[in-house]
């Protein structure tokens, strides 16, 4: 923040920080003139939006229909079918 101060850099944009969620509207950072400050969306675009939900809404789909896309640890889901009802 002392850089910033200072001015080199002259300006920053930033959606992380130190401490989270940052909820202190004075925080000194949310007061400085040449910082933009977002709570983790500097990346969402609408395309970015529509691209992320077509992709969750095709997975819920598949999953909902026995046949999950995408699964990080499969493995779990093979141990679930083999479990008696």
């Known amino acids: 923040m002392s850089a910033l101060r200072s001015g080199r850099p002259g300006m920053a944009a930033v ?13 000194p950072l949310l007061q400085m003139e040449n910082v933009v400050c977002t709570p983790h969306i500097g990346y969402v675009s609408r395309d970015e939006y529509e691209i992320q ?3 969750i809404f ?6 909902a229909s026995g046949s999950p896309v995408n ?6 889901l093979e141990r679930a ?3 008696p009802a």
Request: negative net charge; hydrophobic residues 30%; proline residues 6%.
């Open 81 to 83: 079918r083999r479990r």
């Open 15 to 27: 959606d992380v920080f130190e401490k989270e969620p940052l909820l202190d509207t004075r925080d």
């Open 53 to 55: 939900f077509s992709d």
């Open 71 to 76: 699964v990080v640890n499969p493995e779990v």
């Open 58 to 63: 095709d997975q819920i789909t598949a999953y």
